[in-house]
């Protein structure tokens, strides 16, 4: 929804962070104190230079992960709790769990985990037309296997002029629209606060469409936590950008109270309860009667979940065959589903002719 709604692509160099995080990330020359290196003093090891939207691909920031929607690049996201991924509201408002993965790792093409979603939440007072609230939560199906990222306890005016590192897998040329489903993150100084989000303007480096939800990071005593969610800026992103700050949001991401699970442990895998199948989706218990239509609980290899399915067609022959076999002098097949067999005068053996076991 670029333009409007967007984001995912990312850039440059950095080394406090990159430790903090422990991203197994190579710097070469970081500063005494923790300073952010230059662009230059980033050892190029398995990241690759993109000279595109000043961003750089990555295959760091563990927590960093991309929303997928039927299987394409649709958002980006970050863990801030075992199940509970940050994005944007506009990346989940009308969208159904179901239909989204959240997928680990430094490409679309490589994952190295694929989580399903068990429901989205859109902040209530989102704002489509005003870009307003634009925040949501995923809530996952299974632990994350990453260590989550605090979310950041308070941010003000004062911090207009501080750096902060933007992740994303989205666009990484925004007029030609290409280089998605590839982490890469960049450094970019905020240029103003307001109450609820911040703006960025930095010449040849931005966020991009499908890094929309995607963190900007920042490094606090030591520590590194999620300063915003990327939420709009302009359709070629070459101007401008804008992230929801998550410290205006913390009652709504639950940030120091323990969530209450709606579903009571129910998950989006689900379950098989006699003939019914039960699972959580969009925070609620749901339940479907397999025996009505006329179907068996079972667990579904294609979708990873249980589901209603259909029952696997019973062996009448109990694995007799029509081509048989020798009991001794004894043949034994099976025919028009049901088993046969036939005492030889002779002896039973192959018949080649026929392609089937007969008496000789």
Known sequence: MKGMNRRPT???????????LALHFTAAGCAPGGELPSEEDVEESDE???????????????????????GGTHCTGTVIAARTVVTAAHCVKGVSASSLK?????????????????SVKAHPSYNESQLTNDIGIVTLASDAPVTPVKVLSAMDSGWAGRELVFVGYGASNGTAQ????????????????????????????????????GPALAEVGNEVFVAGVTSYGDANCTQYGVDTRTDAYKSFLGVGTPAADPCQGETFTGRCNGTSVIWCENQQVQTSNCASQSKVCGFSAEEQYYGCVAPAQVDPCNGETYAGRCDG??????????????TCSNSCAFNTAQGYYDCQ
């Open 102 to 118: 959240f997928v680990l790792g430094g490409s679309l093409n490589s994952p190295t985990a694929t989580i399903n979603v068990s």
């Open 10 to 20: 990312i850039e440059a160099g950095l080394c406090a962070l990159l430790a903090l």
């Open 178 to 213: 290409t280089g998605y489903g590839t982490k890469r993150y960049v450094r970019m100084p905020i240029q103003s606060v307001s109450a609820t989000s911040f703006r960025y303007s930095v010449a040849g480096k931005n966020t991009c469409n499908g890094d929309s939800g």
């Open 48 to 70: 690759q230079r993109e000279p595109i939207v000043g961003g750089q691909s990555t295959s760091a920031f563990p927590a960093v992960g991309a929303l997928t929607r039927f």
């Open 329 to 342: 002098e004894t043949v034994i097949w099976c025919e028009n589903q049901t088993v046969k067999n036939k």
